[in-house]
Each structure stands twice: as C-alpha cells, then as structure tokens.
T-cell receptor, first 112, second 114 residues
Framework: GDSVTQMEGPVTLSEEAFLTINCTYTATGYPSLFWYVQYPGEGLQLLLKATKADDKGSNKGFEATYRKETTSFHLEKGSVQVSDSAVYFC???????????FGTGTSLTVIP | DTGVSQNPRHKITKRGQNVTFRCDPISEHNRLYWYRQTLGQGPEFLTY????????KSRLLSDRFSAERPKGSFSTLEIQRTEQGDSAMYLC????????????FGNGTRLTVT
C-alpha cells in the first residue's frame, strides 16, 4: 500500500544552519506530495506541496522537489531560524483516492 | 476563513464511557476527514466525508467508533465504551473539492481514557 517514510529525529541545529529532512514514498501512479508543519501547541499547517514529477514546492524559505526517479520529496532550507522549531510531516495523496498518508514526523529544534 | 474548529480541546473520561467530539470545518469545504494521532506518530486516517456522505472508513476502525455529518456541515465522532488504547489526539481536517486540494487541520481534541 501507499506509505511515506521520513528520517527519524529529533534534529537539532544551530541558527542559520542548512536543513535537510529526508522523505521517501511508496505509491503506485503519480501521487501529490506535501509537507505539513506543526508548531508547538498548534494544529498541522500546510507548508508546501508538489503535484507532479520535477515540481518544486516552496514557502517561507523551505523547498522540496518531487523526484519520481528516487521517489523522494526531501525538505530543505538554507538558513534555519529559531522560529522554525516544529515537527515536520511528509504526506502523500493519490489523485485517484481521498486518503492522505503521513510520515511519522521529524522534530526540529533550532538553537540560537 | 475562520479555520477548522474542534471541541472540546481536551477530554478526560473513564474507561467504558462514551465520548463525542465535534468538528466545524471551513464553511466552503465539502470534504471532511477525521484522523487520530498518537505521540511520536503521524496522523492516521479514520474516515472521510464528502458533503454528508461517509465515503471511506479505515478498516482499522473499531465498530465502537462512529462518525456523522448530518447536513454536510459540522461532523461528530463518537467513541463508545472507551478503552485506554483510545487515548490520542483526534484531528479533524477539511478541504475543497478538487485535486489536489490540501487539508486544513483543526487543533484537535486530546482524549485521555483513565
């Protein structure tokens, strides 16, 4: 079945460091891919999305490129801030279905 | 856009009791989802509505769980005869019709079964 695998955390970085959170997926066909972020005490929010191969989603300095050849959608940011401390979830949705499948989440802590 | 609203925020109940949660989606969204999230895990799909029709239900969902969306607006999730294993965060999300419309989540209802 469809699934998403994320790198395990927690991840701790110093401010202005480069961030990569790995995400790979297993799915038939051509799913849409998403990154959601959950800040402390808040609900999940959409961070970015990509709907087809080679699409790049971007928002708030974060980027992720849909790589069908490697079934990956890694999240990157060039210079993290303390305010980026949160849990990040990779997710997929089949265009022929209704369910979203989420990874287990990666906790990021950015220290000043 | 007032966002997805869930009530209550927290619920503590004794094992064996019934509980009901409410979700008010974004008004123009006709898709509504219930998810469950436990500590250290991602959201796990429970059920999905399109308007008032419940179109999908997780095969992992116990018969003790039931959800309704009677007028295609708000939804309720009821858990009967709660068990300690039901303790989790219950998340509601909504989206517009169309692909791939992303999910908009509420802040969740945290259930603790003692």
């Amino acid at each position: 079945g469809d699934s998403v695998t994320q790198m395990e955390g927690p991840v701790t970085l110093s401010e202005e460091a480069f961030l990569t959170i790995n995400c790979t997926y297993t799915a038939t066909g051509y799913p849409s891919l998403f990154w959601y972020v959950q800040y402390p005490g808040e609900g999940l929010q959409l961070l970015l999305k990509a709907t087809k191969a080679d699409d790049k989603g971007s928002n708030k300095g974060f980027e992720a490129t849909y790589r069908k050849e490697t079934t990956s959608f890694h999240l990157e940011k060039g210079s993290v801030q303390v305010s980026d401390s949160a849990v990040y979830f990779c997710a997929l949705r089949q265009n022929t279905g209704n369910q979203f499948y989420f990874g287990t989440g990666t906790s990021l802590t950015v220290i000043p | 856009d007032t966002g997805v609203s869930q009530n209550p925020r927290h619920k503590i109940t004794k094992r064996g009791q019934n509980v009901t949660f409410r979700c008010d989606p974004i008004s123009e969204h006709n898709r509504l989802y219930w998810y469950r999230q436990t500590l250290g895990q991602g959201p796990e799909f429970l059920t999905y509505f399109q308007n008032e029709a419940q179109l999908e239900k997780s095969r992992l969902l116990s018969d003790r769980f039931s959800a309704e969306r009677p007028k295609g607006s708000f939804s309720t999730l009821e858990i009967q005869r709660t068990e300690q294993g039901d303790s989790a965060m219950y998340l509601c999300a909504s989206s517009q019709f169309g692909d791939p419309s992303p999910l908009h989540f509420g802040n969740g209802t945290r259930l603790t079964v003692t």
